[in-house]
């Protein structure tokens, strides 16, 4: 048999009317950490100190944008370290 204890946090913790609450904190971590992996890893962060200065290796036939309008350029530019 289940102590009184027990019957009590089940139905307060596990009641159908709280499942919204823990959709809506869960879709919020994820977004939110989702959010900071992808600040973490912009084209702007540079993580290693190999080259403390990507900006200074971009070529002038080299793009940097996700799109492009109006330009056309012979090499897209990519990071080749995070």
Do not use: C, H
């Amino acid at each position: 048999m289940s102590s009184p204890l027990r019957r009590g946090f089940m139905k307060n913790w596990y009641a159908v009317e709280a499942l919204p609450i823990y959709a809506i904190i869960g879709s919020v971590l994820v977004g939110g950490a989702w959010y900071l992996k992808r600040l973490a890893t912009g084209p702007t962060v540079v993580w290693t100190k190999t080259n403390p200065t990507p900006w200074n290796t971009i070529q002038p036939d080299q793009g940097t944008k996700i799109v492009e309008v109006n330009q056309k350029f012979d090499k897209g530019w990519s990071r080749e370290k995070l």
